[in-house]
């Protein structure tokens, strides 16, 4: 048998144009959920950032909140937990890695969305051994990084044993299939034959799992079509044991399998072999081969440094340190009108509750920073 793992995350960076997110609402998410709903079998592993809750509230899309909170209360879908506003975990300090998880956790709380899993998300699947302590002290049991870290130093991928670094179990994503699918590089009846077939191939026939995770918005808003054409009959076709392939949530792979004690190389969804071998780990994010990102790292420590921590959750600050910023000004996808969004946000922090120092100082990472982006 083929244990399928799906995870689908969800999630709009807090300063998503209103018409785009509404877009993506009509496309996606709230046919996905219908879908999850409608399904009413335990099969797929979910993830939802804070930020995008508050994007359906602004967007009056409460039915969709309503959805999720149905799907959830009713045990039909693995909800993990995760970080509020999508930082790259590994990168922040551990007072705001610690607090962007509690915020996300206790605002999905007080809107009556609990998780019901012992897993959560980093975000970009950003991970490092520095995450095992934080996520412990959180009751996590699970998470997950992509299988080419892993891969590039030990030049296998388990699949009948997890590996388990001091008491935490990382699933390793199936970059080559995660991707055949976000890509739209194979459709359901060339997934439905051929995956179970080369998987097969590759175990010799053994027990074994598979974790898949993604971008939720992949299925109806980035390609047209795949809820109906891939999703539904992967839920349809592979949520039950007649196929070889049984689709269940991750936590429950977690329960079928023994565990192992492995280090795991630090790296992301994103970590190319290349990356790995220059020690780059996190190079979307924060590259030394990439100057721009070092300066842009110095204006949100500094607005983050203004937190107030007379307030239990102080969502301004909490969203200087999101992961996009530095991810459209990395590589061929150079977008600085869109990291300047959150970079604009990071200045208003400081001019409101910084020091004359850090105003001044910040004044000049900023000239700096614009001076690059043209």
């Not at 999101?322 to 000004?329: D, E, G, L």
């Not at 970079?343 to 614009?370: C, F, P, V, W």
Request: charged share 25%; hydrophobic share 35%.
């Amino acid at each position: 048998m083929i244990y399928l793992g799906l995870l689908l995350h969800l999630y709009q960076p807090w300063w998503q144009d209103k018409e785009i997110a509404q877009k993506i609402i009509s496309e996606c998410y709230r046919p996905l959920v219908n879908l999850l709903n409608s399904h009413e079998k335990k099969c797929v592993t979910l993830n939802i950032q804070w930020s995008l809750i508050e994007k359906l509230k602004e967007c009056k899309a409460e039915d969709v909140i309503e959805s999720i909170k149905n799907a959830v209360a009713k045990n039909w879908v693995e909800l993990v937990s995760t970080a509020a506003y999508h930082p790259i975990i590994p990168l922040l300090s551990p007072e705001m890695s610690t607090r962007q998880i509690k915020c996300d956790r206790d605002m999905k709380r007080m809107r009556g969305i609990k998780t019901n899993s012992f897993g959560l998300y980093l975000p970009e699947m950003a991970y490092d051994k520095n995450v095992i302590s934080l996520l412990k002290k959180f009751g996590i049991k699970w998470t997950l990084t992509d299988d080419v870290p892993f891969d590039t130093r030990y030049k296998y991928a388990p699949f009948d044993k997890i590996p388990s670094q001091d008491g935490l179990a990382v699933f390793l994503r199936s970059n080559f299939w995660s991707n055949m699918i976000a890509m739209n590089k194979i459709n359901w009846q060339e997934f439905e034959n051929r995956f179970p077939r080369e998987i097969c191939n590759w175990t010799k026939n053994k027990n074994c799992y598979v974790v898949l995770a993604m971008d939720g918005e992949t299925f109806g808003h980035h390609h047209k079509g795949l809820i109906e054409n891939f999703l539904k009959p992967l839920l349809d076709n592979f949520g039950f044991n007649n196929s070889g392939v049984k689709l269940m949530p991750i936590g429950e792979i977690l329960s079928r399998f023994p565990k192992f004690q492995q280090e795991i190389p630090p790296g992301s969804c994103a970590t190319s072999p290349d990356d790995f071998e220059k020690q780059d780990y996190f190079s979307l994010w924060r590259s030394p081969r990439n100057p721009v990102h070092e300066i842009m790292w110095k204006i949100s420590e500094s607005a983050v440094s203004c937190l107030n921590k007379n307030i239990k959750h102080d969502l301004e600050v909490l969203k200087c340190q999101t992961s996009c910023q530095f991810w459209w000004v990395a590589g061929e996808r150079w977008n600085p009108d869109i990291s300047i969004k959150d970079i604009n946000h990071s200045m208003d922090i400081i001019n409101k509750r910084g020091s004359d120092m850090q105003k001044n100082t910040a004044q000049q990472y900023l000239k700096e920073l614009l001076r690059k982006f043209r």
